[in-house]
């Protein structure tokens, strides 16, 4: 069960419209923005790691 973020009345989790004030309600749960932003900020970080080993063990 969840709360319709309309009228605040409990309805079904799986309700695409609430049966209380008969609003559309919208399904967020695909909606993921942080997962793709973290995966791309740690293999920016790998990446500048690497490139800073390499600069490490190079010869001179
Ligand atoms: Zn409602």
Redesign the pocket.
């Known amino acids: 069960m969840k709360k319709?973020s309309?009228?605040f009345?409990v309805i079904p989790e799986d309700a695409t419209e609430?049966n209380?004030?008969k609003?559309t309600l919208i399904n967020d749960s695909s909606a993921k923005p942080g997962v793709l932003g973290n995966r791309e900020a740690d293999k920016e970080i790998i990446e500048e790691l690497e490139m800073m080993r390499r600069l490490l063990v190079s010869p001179q």
């Open positions: 319709c309309y009228c009345q609430c209380h004030c609003e």
